[in-house]
């Protein structure tokens, strides 16, 4: 049986930033760690980061030089998957391809004791598959952290089918050990935030494939609350990201909400890295600066899509992103993939911004009345189709006069 005391040592794959983060949770608050990466340049490069990272804290005093130093010697590196042999825990944090994380959960099942518990950074993959590689279903599962992992409190535990409970329990403990808000989530794609996020970006599209501009959509989200609207989140994340998975797929041009994604990165504009995506920036800054030129190509794009331009407001826009959220929130409760509507919060105000004062986006449903909700989604079903098919859940609370949130 695992438990929160049998964690002790910590292993990490993958020295991009993602494993930095990590790494730092972990050695922050006392646990030794042995960082692993196939190429050395790299975990040297990360150990070189952290240093820098605990610079700043000291200019800033947060804390002193020897706790800096403390720190980073708690950090080992290697390349070896023989030196994760005594790990208690083991969190792999490389690029999201499955056929990789099946390859290194493989190696490390062969490698790392039989007890040990072995942990997926995955932000959607299925945790199932991916304990299908090894011997010991029941002691993998998903540890979502978000970026920068050092920094963004919240913490997706993912259960898989064969998960132990015991396993869940200890680390949800390991999650609140280093400070994180830990979330139990349940195995579907995309987890309980990730999986959110598709459907209301998808409407951050598709309101500017009808007539907004990115620009428009970002300050209406920001005046409802949001800490960043999707257009800025694209660009800080990378636009190239979703174009380079969907080229890799072989799916090319895809649908045309990600029409003008396309565009920008056949123009080399990537976001923020590359100092130009859906906004410019100035070098060295991270300021968004509106780009009127986007808002051109976003005419453009919809045109050549054959939609007919008009004017949306920015109620409309605000209106359909979190009514987007909330629905599916509401069926990701039907399916039992989140334990509560608090825990939908939770992920939304600790890992996306969503604003405080709201209490998150079911609790913000709540607030206005189920009833208003469900009527408001039924029109925009009669209008629009499918995809604001109201979830089971909501339906029946708002015929009952209930709420979502229990308390």
Known sequence: MASFESIRKVGVIGAGTMGRGIVMNFINVGYPVVWLDVNAEMLEKGVEEIRN????????????????????A???TTQNYADLADMDLVIEAVYENMDLKKKIFA?????????AILASNTSYLDID?????????AQVLGLHFFS???IMKLLEVVRGKATDPSVLEACLAVGQKIKKEAVLAGNCH???GNRMLEKYSRQSREVVLEGATPWQVDQALQGFGMAMGPYRMYDVVGVDLGWRSRQLAGIGRGEPIVWLDNKLCEMGRFGQKSGHGFYQYEPGSRQAIHDPETDLMAREVAEEAGYTPREVGDEEIVRRCILALVNEGARILDEGFAESAE???????????FPAERGGPMAYADSLGLDVVLKEIRELEAAQGEFWKPAAGLVKLAEQGGKFRKA
Do not use: C, M, N, W
């Open 343 to 353: 825990d939908i919060d939770r992920v939304y105000l600790f890992g996306y911004g």
């Open 190 to 192: 995309g987890f309980i």
């Open 148 to 150: 920068p992992a050092h």
């Open 129 to 137: 598959e991916i304990a299908s590689a090894t011997k010991r279903p």
């Open 53 to 72: 990272v605990y610079k700043r804290s000291v200019a800033q005093q947060r804390f002193d030089e020897a706790e800096a130093e403390a720190r980073v």
């Open 74 to 76: 708690r950090l080992s």
């Open 107 to 115: 190696e490390l099942d062969a490698a790392v004791k039989p007890e």
